[in-house]
Each structure stands twice: as C-alpha cells, then as structure tokens.
C-alpha cells in the first residue's frame, strides 16, 4: 500500500518523503519517486523519525499516510505534518490491539485534519487506469516475486513478520 502510494503522489508532481524500516522496501520507494527516503531503525528516540521527516520537508509534510497501521506509525505521521496539515489513516489499527494514544494537542495547536480511508473509491478507478495506460503509473514495478497458488499460506504467515518491500504475484495453480 505504501509503495502504491509513493508512486501515485511521485506521479502527480508531489515531494515524497518515504519512511520504511526494511532497506528494500526503502529502495523501491526510491525507484518509485520518493525524494527523500528514511530509515526509521536509524532514527533512533521519541520522535526522532517526525522531527527527520519535519526536516527534509522544511517544517512538516502536508499530507501524511500511515499505511502500515501501528501505533507508533499512527502518531510518527500525526507529529510530521506542518500546521493546517492532514493525515490519512490507510493501514488498520485493529481494536485488539488497544487503542492508539494520538497526539490531540497537535492537531488542535496546528488545526490538523484526519481521515480514516478503506482505499480508492470506484469512482476514481478510471482516471487511476487512464494514468496507468499512460505508462504514468507503473505497477508491475511493485512485484518483486512470484509464487505458486500452494505458496499462499506461507506467504500470508509471513506478512506477520518485516516486509522486504514489494507485490507478490500469484501464479493459478
């Protein structure tokens, strides 16, 4: 989802400020337009990783998503955003996992705006597909392996660990 979305903001002319833990993950945010590309593992500290992103956007980003949907990401990307900024809630933060402390005060202080997204409403597919045609949006740039419809379980098992970064792509058995 993160790299889908480096790719759309890079496309449509925006300064991407990408933040991943896993360095491949980080270097196809860099083949995919990100400008600025953060090791949050480097970034070591309360807000370390906000104060780097409010640095290499020159006081805070405009626009922020949190694709992975921890809680530490959650308010990583609240505490990026300059003033009148907003973030977008895209990766889930489910509700066993308790409930995320927010950072209120910035987004009162700095009028702040969140939103929660399920991902791209229908309506807008076709302007996605027509950028896409245009060769604007290169998905398949995003598959980094292929596997067999039998290699499924494993892979869902192993998107509880660290991503490397990228698509799979499933092959019919």
Same mark, same amino acid.
């Given at each position: 989802?993160?790299?889908?979305?480096?790719?759309?903001?890079?496309?449509?002319?925006?300064?991407?400020?990408?933040?991943?833990?896993?360095?491949?993950?980080?270097?196809?945010?860099?083949?995919?337009?990100?400008?600025?590309?953060?090791?949050?593992?480097?970034?070591?500290?309360?807000?370390?990783?906000?104060?780097?992103?409010?640095?290499?956007?020159?006081?805070?980003?405009?626009?922020? #998503?949190?694709?992975?949907?921890?809680?530490?990401?959650?308010?990583?990307?609240?505490?990026?955003?300059?003033?009148?900024?907003?973030? *977008?809630?895209?990766?889930?933060?489910?509700?066993?996992?308790?409930?995320?402390?927010?950072?209120?005060?910035?987004?009162?202080?700095?009028?702040?705006?969140?939103?929660?997204?399920?991902?791209?409403?229908?309506?807008?597919?076709?302007?996605?597909?027509?950028? *896409?045609?245009?060769?604007?949006?290169?998905?398949?740039?995003?598959?980094?392996?292929?596997?067999?419809?039998?290699? *499924?379980?494993?892979? #869902?098992?192993?998107?509880?660990?660290?991503?490397?970064?990228?698509?799979?792509?499933?092959?019919?058995?």
């Amino acid at each position: 989802m993160g790299l889908s979305a480096v790719m759309i903001a890079a496309a449509c002319g925006a300064q991407v400020v990408a933040v991943d833990i896993a360095p491949g993950a980080l270097e196809l945010a860099r083949r995919c337009g990100a400008t600025v590309c953060l090791d949050a593992r480097a970034l070591a500290g309360p807000g370390a990783v906000a104060a780097a992103v409010r640095d290499a956007t020159d006081g805070g980003a405009h626009l922020s #998503l949190d694709t992975l949907g921890s809680h530490a990401t959650c308010a990583a990307s609240i505490e990026s955003l300059r003033r009148r900024g907003r973030h *977008v809630q895209v990766g889930l933060l489910p509700a066993a996992q308790g409930r995320p402390a927010l950072p209120m005060d910035l987004v009162i202080a700095y009028e702040l705006e969140l939103r929660g997204s399920h991902g791209m409403a229908a309506h807008a597919y076709p302007e996605l597909l027509r950028l *896409v045609t245009a060769g604007v949006l290169r998905p398949a740039e995003l598959v980094t392996r292929t596997i067999d419809l039998a290699e *499924v379980p494993d892979a #869902l098992a192993a998107m509880d660990g660290p991503a490397p970064g990228g698509m799979c792509l499933i092959r019919p058995a």
